[in-house]
DNA sequence: CGATTGCCTTGACGCAGATCAAACCCGTCA
DNA sequence: TGACGGGTTTGATCTGCGTCAAGGCAATCG
C-alpha cells in the first residue's frame, strides 16, 4: 500500500477541480476551513480505496484519476454500480460504513476530508450542502439513466452507450471541436466494462469486434477508440437518436 | 383529468407525512411559509402526472397512494427508474422540464410546491436543503441496489427482490410483528412489474407461478400476496442470505 | 344474460447472451 | 531467448428469458 503519495497540502486556489467537486462554491475563507481538515492519498491502479462493510472516516473528491463503486453478491457476481471521474465525491456524510467497494481504476489521487469536521462544516456552510445536494442530484439521474441501460439495452447498445459516455467526457475534457473523428483512451478492462454493463466479458469483446467490423468505431491497440461518425455512434446506443449535441 | 381533489388547504401539523417528507425539520414557522405556497392535487389510478419533456412548474411530496417514475426509448422499451411511496418527493429544484413520466398506479394525493417560491424558499431555509440532501442520498442508494438487481440477478431472484421490499414496506407501515405470515397487496401489475425488473410480463406471471408451485408464497386472487417464511424469501432474493432484520 | 374489456396465465419455440474452452498478444522477467 | 501471466479474442454449445399465440377469470356494460 503505497499511500500518502508525492502531493501535499496544495493550494485549494490552484486545485484543479475547484470549480467543479463539493468546494466549487465556497468562499476564499470557507476555503481555509477546509485546508485545514483535508489531505491528500494516493493510490495504484487496481488498489483497493475502502472495502464495502469497512468504517470509513473519511469523505473525499477525486482529484486526477478513475475509481469505481462496485456490489457484489455472495456468489461473486458483481455489478459497477458508479464511475468516478475527478471532482466526484465519495462518502455519505452521516454514514459510518462503507456501502460499496471502491477501487482506483488508474493510478488516483483523492483529497480527503475528516468525517467528523467535514459534517459539521457542512451544518455552518451552506455552500458546501448546496453544491452537494446538486452533485447528489446529478449522480442520481445519472444512475437512473443506467438503470434504463441495464434494464431494457442489447448488449450491442449498451457498448455504444458506454463508448458515447468516455468519448463525451474526454471531449469536455479536451475542449476540442465537434468537428473530426473523437478519439480516446478507454480508462477500463474489458472485465470492468463487463461489471458496468451487466454482461460478461466475452460478450463485451464481442460486441466490440462487431462495431469495428460495422466500422462504426476503430481501435488501436485494445485500448485506444475512435469514432468517424458520433452521430452513428449515437443511433447504436439506442437513445436519442437525434441528440447529437457534445455536452 | 380529475384533479384539484376533495382535500384543501390540509394543515400541515396533521399531515400524515410530516415527519418524513421534505418538511421532516421544519419549525412551526417554516411550516407557515410552507402552507402558503403549498396545494394539493389528486389523481386516479392510472393517470399521468407528468409527461417527461413538459415543463414543470411545481415540485412535490407523495402524500397518500403510489406513483412510478418510467423512462422510454422511442421504439417503446420502458424501465422504471423509481417507485414513490407516500413521503417521497417528485421534482428536481432547479430543473425547467420533467426528465421522467410520472404516473400513479394507485389513487394519489400529492402536496405541491409552486417551484420558484420553494427554490427561494430553499436557500433561506437550511433544514428543507438539509433533509432534501438525505432523502436524495437515500433514493441514490436504493437506485444503486437497483442496478445491482437490474444487471446480475435471474428473473426469480428479481421476483422475490421485489416482493421482499413490498413485504418489508407493508410491514413497517402496519408496524406489526415479526412473527406470523407477512401478508400484503401488490400495489402494481404484472405489467409495472416487468417495467421495474427490466423483464416481461410473461416471465413476471411464470415465475410469481414458480415461487407458488415451491411454496415460497402463496395466493389469494392475483394480488394478495402471502409470505409463510420470509427468510426463505430472502435467500431466493439472493443479497442477504442472513440479515432477516425486519426494516 | 351474453358480450366486452382488462389483466393474468400457460404453452411452444427461438434467440441473445452465458458458459466452457482454446488460443493470441504483448510486456516482463529469468 | 524463451517462459510466463494478464488481458483479450474467438469458437462451440447451452440455456434463460423473450416472443408469439391461445385461452382463462372477473368486473363492467349494454
Redesign the pocket.
Same mark, same amino acid.
Given at each position: 500500500m503505497k499511500d500518502a503519495g508525492p502531493i501535499d497540502h496544495q493550494n485549494c486556489g490552484e486545485c484543479p477541480i475547484r470549480h467543479r467537486a463539493v468546494c466549487a462554491r465556497c468562499e476564499t475563507d470557507e476555503l481555509a476551513q477546509l485546508e485545514r481538515i483535508k489531505y491528500y492519498r494516493s493510490f495504484e491502479a487496481?488498489q483497493t480505496v475502502v472495502w464495502s462493510g469497512d468504517r470509513m472516516d473519511f469523505v473525499a473528491s477525486v482529484v486526477s484519476g478513475i475509481a469505481t463503486l462496485t456490489q457484489t453478491l455472495e456468489d461473486g457476481?458483481r455489478q459497477m454500480v458508479g464511475l468516478l471521474l475527478p471532482s466526484d465525491f465519495v462518502g455519505r456524510p452521516g454514514r459510518e460504513i462503507a456501502a460499496y467497494d471502491v477501487t482506483a481504476t488508474t493510478d488516483l489521487v483523492m483529497c480527503c476530508f475528516r468525517k467528523k469536521p467535514f459534517e459539521e462544516m457542512m451544518l455552518r456552510t451552506p455552500h458546501i450542502s448546496q453544491r452537494l445536494l446538486e452533485m447528489t442530484l446529478d449522480e442520481l439521474d445519472a444512475a437512473r439513466e443506467w438503470m434504463l441501460l441495464l434494464g431494457r439495452?442489447?448488449?450491442?447498445?449498451?457498448i455504444a452507450s458506454l463508448l458515447a459516455i468516455v468519448a463525451r467526457r474526454d471531449a469536455t475534457l479536451k475542449l476540442r471541436g465537434v468537428a473530426g473523428p473523437l478519439e480516446f483512451e @478507454?480508462p %477500463? $478492462?474489458? &472485465?470492468?466494462?463487463?461489471d458496468y @454493463?451487466? %454482461? $460478461?466479458? &466475452?460478450?463485451?469483446?464481442?460486441?466490440?469486434?462487431a462495431l469495428?467490423?460495422d466500422s462504426v468505431i476503430s481501435?488501436e491497440?485494445?485500448?485506444r477508440v475512435s469514432v468517424p461518425d458520433f452521430g452513428r455512434l449515437l443511433e447504436e446506443a439506442g437513445d436519442d437518436s437525434d441528440g447529437g449535441y457534445l455536452n
Open positions: 487496481g457476481r439495452k442489447t448488449a450491442r447498445e449498451k @478507454l %477500463l $478492462t474489458r &472485465e470492468a466494462m463487463a @454493463l451487466g %454482461l $460478461t466479458l &466475452e460478450t463485451v469483446s464481442r460486441q466490440i469486434s469495428r467490423r481501435l491497440g485494445k485500448r
